[in-house]
């Protein structure tokens, strides 16, 4: 089942936030990025909000100048672009919050054992399903910017393009690209139901009806950001940091790397790490983490 803009504006439909945000929704085939697409877009005076989708992506990308693969027509490739109103600086929850949102849309699909692993890998059962990667962008040009139905298009001068990439069928992946990391995608959850993974296996459900779910939950944790980052950090910090007190490895670009205890998160939200006694920050643009596994 292809990808379809209208399908989803209907299941979109039946929520109310999608015509309150005035969402654009475009499908897009092949594109090098649907996060390079939105840029441009954005730079070229599109209304937001919008949200762009790829059924294929040359060069989709990850944190950190990975890259990110999908199988073609076959996974959730989404740019999700919406202005913002509040202070750049208090971006730094946006990744656990639009986390958080995938967990929360998981959860509505019946799909047990999400957990979130700093700072942007949403986990089922251990293995990754989602990854988040999340761009700013000025909208210098707003003056001569169409405006969208929403009034905050006009205020804000810049925007958060949320790219997500979500695992929903990786059948036909190259599965040698990925041979260090653990990995899942929805079908084989509901295909599987070991392990407790779904409450029930009766109904795969479709792309189109997953990418509104995500799209659903996603819009309605954004309508209430920043003022929920107290809520969602004590609902990340009791239930669903998968770090949280286990033994990590740190691993910088220049190649060093370093082993301590994950401690949660500072008020920054970025990653406390007990090291030989003394505890550490990390930004999330300068680390990645891995949890050390005991053999
Ligand atoms: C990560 O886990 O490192 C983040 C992956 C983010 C991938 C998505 S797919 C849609 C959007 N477009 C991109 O090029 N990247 C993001």
Not at 63 to 91: D, H, Y
Not at 167 to 193: G, H
Not at 206 to 213: F, L, M, P, Y
Request: charged share 20%; hydrophobic share 40%.
């Amino acid at each position: 089942m292809v990808l379809s803009a209208e399908t989803i504006r209907s299941y979109l439909a039946q929520s109310s936030l999608a015509d309150e945000y005035g969402l654009d929704v475009i499908v897009l085939g092949e594109i090098d990025s649907t996060n390079n697409w939105a840029l441009q877009q954005c730079k070229q005076g599109r209304a937001l909000p919008f949200v762009c989708l790829a059924e294929k992506q040359t060069s989709g990308r990850g944190r950190r100048g990975k890259v990110w693969l999908q199988s073609q027509n076959a996974n959730i490739a989404m740019s999700v672009v919406l202005p913002c109103t509040f202070a750049r600086e208090t971006i730094s929850h946006l990744p656990l919050a639009i986390g958080l949102s995938i967990v929360y849309a998981l959860e509505e699909m019946g799909v047990k054992k999400c957990q979130l692993k700093w700072p942007n890998d949403v986990l089922v059962a251990g293995e990754k399903i989602a990854g988040i990667l999340i761009e700013t962008v000025s909208l210098a040009t707003s003056d001569k910017r169409e405006s969208g139905n929403s009034d905050e298009s006009k205020a804000a001068d810049w925007a958060a393009i949320i790219g997500i990439g979500f695992n929903y069928d990786m059948s036909d992946i190259d599965k040698e690209a990925l041979l260090n990391v653990a990995w899942t995608d929805l079908i084989s959850i509901f295909n599987s139901n070991n392990a407790g993974k779904v409450a029930s296996a009766d109904c795969v459900l479709q792309r189109n009806e997953v990418t509104a779910i995500l799209l659903k939950n996603c819009l309605d944790i954004c309508s209430a950001y920043p003022d929920n980052v107290p809520a969602l950090r004590s609902n990340f910090e009791s239930k669903y940091d998968y770090c949280q007190g286990k033994p990590v490895e740190l691993l910088l670009d220049d190649g060093k790397s370093f082993a301590g205890l994950a401690m949660g998160l500072s008020d920054n939200a970025e990653l406390m790490v007990n090291i030989e006694g003394v505890e550490q920050v990390f930004h999330s643009a300068d680390v990645s983490v891995r949890p050390v596994v005991k053999k």
